[in-house]
């Protein structure tokens, strides 16, 4: 694949916090944002970085591969010396992407929503809403005006079947994508989701009885969805990541083939 020396992200430095396989969304972000001209930086932590440096070489260019828990307290404040380590000395980021979500499958989800623990329940929270707080925060030294941070969602205006805690989760993710929007906004920094369709991802896949959701996307779509096609929702964190939303900020953009506009 070609690298677009005049891409929408010719120039930027992008981290891409969350990339396991290439069938993950922030694998199609980094993708695509290298296509468009970007500098990657990949992350991830624990038994998935082994994982995470042998998928990476399937894109592109071969990016640097951080390691980052995003729920670690010492990872998140050594991490502008790891971007700076990886970039040189005066480094900046453009852009971070929040690919990051748990919810224990065995006790959160699949209709365990009254029976789900408190223990659980707040690692869920911690790991998918409160750590984009963490991440922002953590990059905020190397971001400048005109940064962009975006993450990814799933509709969380509605009780969806199975989905569960991992709703209450992402419902957090967007309160919290909000605050950081009008914290953040004072260094012109943007902050901003994409909601996607269901995808079959990783974390989908752990989903128990998923596929009774997916099923819905496929009558009510009016453009149709293909839970197996990744680059919609990629291009769409990156148009977020570019200068073409300089004014755009708090906001969730839905890439779920018009899905969410529609009626019964």
Same mark, same amino acid.
């Given at each position: 694949?070609t690298?677009?020396?005049?891409?929408?992200?010719?120039?930027?430095?992008?981290?891409? &916090?969350?990339?396991? #396989?290439?069938? /993950?969304?922030?694998f =199609?972000?980094?993708?695509?944002?290298?296509?468009?001209? &970007?500098?990657?930086?990949?992350?991830n932590?624990?038994?998935?970085?082994?994982?995470?440096?042998?998928?990476?070489?399937?894109?592109?260019?071969? *990016?640097?591969?951080?390691?980052?828990?995003?729920?670690? =307290?010492?990872?998140?404040?050594a #991490?502008?010396?790891?971007?700076?380590?990886?970039?040189? +000395?005066? &480094?900046?980021?453009?852009?971070?992407?929040?690919?990051?979500? @748990? $919810?224990?499958?065995? !006790?959160?989800?699949? $209709?365990?929503?009254?029976?789900?623990?408190?223990?659980?329940?707040?690692?869920?929270?911690?790991?998918?809403?409160?750590?984009?707080?963490? #991440?922002?925060?953590?990059?905020?030294?190397?971001?400048?005006?005109? $940064? /962009?941070?975006?993450?990814? !969602?799933?509709?969380?205006?509605?009780?969806? +079947?199975? @989905?569960?805690?991992?709703?209450?989760?992402?419902?957090?993710?967007? /309160?919290?994508?909000? @605050?950081?929007?009008?914290?953040?906004?004072?260094?012109?920094?943007?902050?901003?989701?994409?909601? &996607?369709? +269901?995808?079959?991802?990783? =974390?989908?896949?752990?989903? *128990?009885?998923?596929?009774?959701?997916?099923?819905?996307?496929?009558?009510? /779509? *009016?453009?149709?969805?293909?839970?197996?096609?990744?680059? +919609?929702?990629?291009?769409?964190?990156?148009?977020?990541?570019s200068?073409?939303? *300089?004014?755009?900020?708090?906001?969730?953009?839905?890439?779920? $083939?018009?899905?969410?506009?529609?009626?019964?």
């Amino acid at each position: 694949m070609t690298i677009n020396s005049n891409g929408i992200l010719a120039g930027k430095n992008i981290l891409v &916090a969350g990339v396991t #396989l290439d069938s /993950s969304i922030g694998f =199609a972000v980094a993708k695509f944002a290298q296509e468009q001209g &970007a500098t990657v930086l990949v992350s991830n932590f624990g038994q998935a970085l082994r994982i995470t440096r042998r998928i990476v070489k399937r894109l592109p260019e071969l *990016p640097e591969v951080i390691e980052l828990d995003v729920t670690d =307290a010492e990872h998140l404040a050594a #991490l502008p010396d790891a971007v700076r380590e990886a970039l040189g +000395p005066d &480094a900046r980021l453009d852009g971070v992407v929040h690919s990051i979500a @748990y $919810g224990n499958p065995e !006790t959160l989800l699949g $209709g365990k929503f009254l029976d789900g623990p408190w223990e659980d329940v707040a690692q869920a929270v911690q790991v998918s809403a409160y750590s984009l707080k963490s #991440l922002a925060v953590a990059c905020r030294p190397l971001m400048s005006e005109g $940064g /962009s941070v975006v993450g990814l !969602t799933f509709d969380a205006s509605v009780a969806w +079947p199975v @989905y569960d805690w991992m709703g209450v989760a992402k419902a957090g993710l967007e /309160s919290t994508a909000r @605050y950081l929007a009008r914290d953040l906004g004072g260094d012109g920094i943007r902050v901003n989701l994409v909601s &996607a369709g +269901p995808l079959r991802t990783l =974390a989908a896949k752990a989903i *128990p009885g998923f596929e009774d959701l997916e099923s819905m996307w496929t009558t009510k /779509s *009016p453009l149709g969805w293909d839970n197996t096609d990744q680059e +919609p929702t990629a291009k769409a964190v990156c148009a977020l990541l570019s200068d073409l939303f *300089p004014s755009t900020t708090g906001e969730i953009v839905h890439v779920d $083939g018009g899905f969410h506009a529609m009626g019964a």
